[in-house]
């Protein structure tokens, strides 16, 4: 069965800091992957997605991630977080192409606070 | 706004007791899907409507149902309620089915107490 795991649960950063956020998955087809944000009371937001192609893909409010094969791995970036960026940051995949169903298998995520 | 709605927003009710919660998808969107975000478990999916049809079902209690309409909004029915039935409740759609590369967008979230 598809797993997805984030290792960081919870990420303590002062503004100005880098941030990465690891995601790695377990499913050993084709996948498509995804970076959530959830901001305080809110819903789930896209931040960024791999379907295919390069890598290294960019997303809304400079956020980055990396697919990785090799390591299964879809880590999350951004070089210089902000108070703004306070959220709870989910992964997620799913099966892409062939599956029956492209539901999300979601990781716990990592909850994420900016100090001024 | 990624254009998913949902209500209620909030709903209080008692154990033992049933509730209905409405999605309507973006403008185009086929598929809905609702996942349930609780403390323990986390996000999980529940099931999943393509155009009218169940498509595919995940952790999914028995209590519970859904349906899809011709219009294509869904709702999730949610009966002989639990305490650990307490949770935020999503739905999600998406763009029909392109080789695989199908990106859900989210709703507000109806949060459900039970008391």
């Known amino acids: 069965a598809q797993s997805v795991s984030q290792h960081n649960h919870h990420v303590i950063l002062s503004e100005a800091a880098s941030l990465e956020l690891g995601c790695n998955y377990s499913y050993g087809g084709t996948v498509n992957l995804f970076w959530y944000v959830q901001y305080p009371g809110q819903h789930l937001q896209l931040l960024l997605k791999?379907?295919?192609?390069?890598?290294l893909v960019k997303g809304i409010k400079g956020f980055e991630a990396e697919f990785i094969k090799s390591k299964f791995s879809f880590n999350l970036r951004k070089p210089s977080v902000q108070w703004s960026d306070t959220a709870e940051y989910f992964c997620?995949?799913?099966?892409?192409?062939?599956?029956?169903?492209?539901?999300?298998?979601f990781g716990t995520g990592t909850l994420l606070a900016v100090q001024p | 706004d990624s254009g998913v709605t949902q209500t209620p927003k909030h709903l209080i009710t008692a154990t033992g007791q049933r509730v209905t919660l409405r999605c309507s998808p973006r403008?185009?969107?086929?598929?809905v899907y609702w996942y349930q975000q609780s403390l323990d478990q986390g996000l999980q999916f529940l099931i999943q409507y393509y155009n009218g049809e169940e498509r595919a079902k995940g952790n999914i209690l028995e209590r519970f149902s859904a349906q899809q309409f011709p219009d294509l909004h869904s709702e999730l029915n949610l009966s002989s309620l639990e305490l650990g039935d307490s949770a935020l409740y999503f739905c999600a759609s998406s763009t029909p089915w392109a080789g695989g590369e199908e990106t859900q967008y989210f709703g507000p979230g109806t949060r459900l107490l039970v008391l």
């Open positions: 791999y379907f295919s192609g390069d890598p």
């Open positions: 403008s185009g969107d086929l598929s």
């Open positions: 997620a995949v799913n099966a892409g192409y062939g599956g029956a169903t492209n539901k999300l298998i």
